[in-house]
C-alpha cells in the first residue's frame, strides 16, 4: 500500500501512508483513531481510499468490496464476530458456497459437511459441522472464523484484535493457530492493543500515530517502551501517577466518590473492595470470565443477588433498578453495546436522547425532531 489517504469531513484518517507485508506476522499498533481499522477496511475493499494504489504480489488491485477482497485472496478475521448464531457450522462456512445436488436446485448436506469438516481439518479443529454456532465456545467460534477466512486460500490474512475477549488459555489456542497459518507462507496482518502479544508473536511491528505511520520495524529489535513512545509520541513514565488500591484519594487531590466494600457474587466475585477518587480513572482489568463486567452491573442495578455494599459519596446505595442508578449520577456504557447500549434500527440522535425523553416528550410520545 502506498501513499495512502483518507479523509472523513475533511479530517485526515490516514495521510500519505506507506505499508508492506510478507510472509510473515506483521502487527500494527496504535491507540484508537491511529488509523489501523481504516487501513485494513480499505484493503478489505469496505472502505475506498482518496489517494493511493495498493498492490498484491505486483499486481495493482482496485478493490470495490469484501467480495472483491476476497476473490483477490484477502481475507479478514473482523474483531466482532460475524457469523449467525442460529445456524449451524457448515452453514456459516459454506455460505454461497454449498454443495448442490444434481441439478443445482437443492443442497446436498452431507457432502456440504463433508466440505466444512475438511476447511476445519486444515486448521487441525475436531469441530462438528452440523453444531450450531450458538453451542460452540466464544473461542471456538473464532477458530471457525479462522477456518472460514483460511478456505478462500488467502495470500493474506487481516486479524483484527481476535484475542479481545478471550481468556488466557484460549488466547494460547489462538496463538498456536495464528502460528500455524504463518506456516502456510501466508502473509498475516495483526491488530492488537495487547503489546505483550504483539512482542510474542510478531515479526515486524508498526506503529500509527494520528493517521500516520511512525515506524515499521524488526520486532526483535524494539522493547515495550519503544513501542509505546511511539504510540504516545513521548517518553512515558507507565507508574507515574497511579496508586494501588486501598490508598488515600487525598493523594490524587479529591474526595472519594465511590466506595466498593467487600462485594461478592456467587461463583463470579468474592470479596471486592476499591475506591474511586474524584478526577481519578480507576483501571480494573481481568481476563474473560474474571468477574470485571458483573462488578459494572452490580453498581448499575442490573445485578440484585450480591454480598457486601458500596457507597456513592460517603452514602450507602443498593440500585432496583438502571434507572436509580442513573437518577443517582451514575453512567454506564455496556460491554456489549450492540445488545444492551444501542438500537441499531433507530437514529444516532434517537438513541442520545433516550435516556432524557422526558426533556423531548409530550404526554409520552416523543415531538418532532
Known sequence: MRHIDKQFGGAYALRDV???????????VGHNGAGKTTLVKI?????????????????????????????NRIAMVWQELANFPNLTVTENMLMRRFV???GGKAVDWKA?????????QRMDLDIDPRTKMAQLPLAHQQLVEFAKAMSFDPAVLIL???????????????????????SKGVAIIFISHKLDEVMMLSDRITVFRDGRRIFTRDAAELSKAD??????????NLMENLRHDGGSCSAVGGATVLEVRRVGMERRLRDISLKACAGEVVGIVGVEGSGISELGRILM????????EYALEGRARRFGSPKD???????YVPKDRKVEGIIPRMTVGDNIILASLREVSRRGLKQKM
Open 43 to 71: 484493503l478489505m475493499g469496505a472502505l475506498k481510499q482518496d489517494r493511493g494504489e495498493i498492490t498484491l504480489n505486483g499486481k495493482v488491485l482496485n478493490i470495490n468490496s469484501p467480495r472483491e477482497a476476497l476473490e
Open 100 to 102: 448442490m445436488q444434481k
Open 112 to 120: 456440504s459437511h463433508e466440505l466444512c469438516r475438511k476447511y476445519l
Open 325 to 331: 442508578a442513573v437518577a443517582a449520577g451514575i453512567g
Open 227 to 236: 513501542i509505546i513512545t511511539a504510540i504516545v509520541g513521548k517518553e512515558t
Open 18 to 28: 506507506d505499508f508492506d507485508v510478507r510472509k510473515e506476522i506483521h502487527a500494527i
Open 160 to 182: 483484527d484484535e481476535p484475542t479481545s475477549s478471550l481468556s488466557v488459555a484460549e488466547q494460547e489456542v489462538l496463538y498456536d493457530k495464528i502460528r500455524l497459518i504463518k
Open 301 to 308: 442495578g442490573i445485578e440484585q443477588e450480591y454480598t457486601g
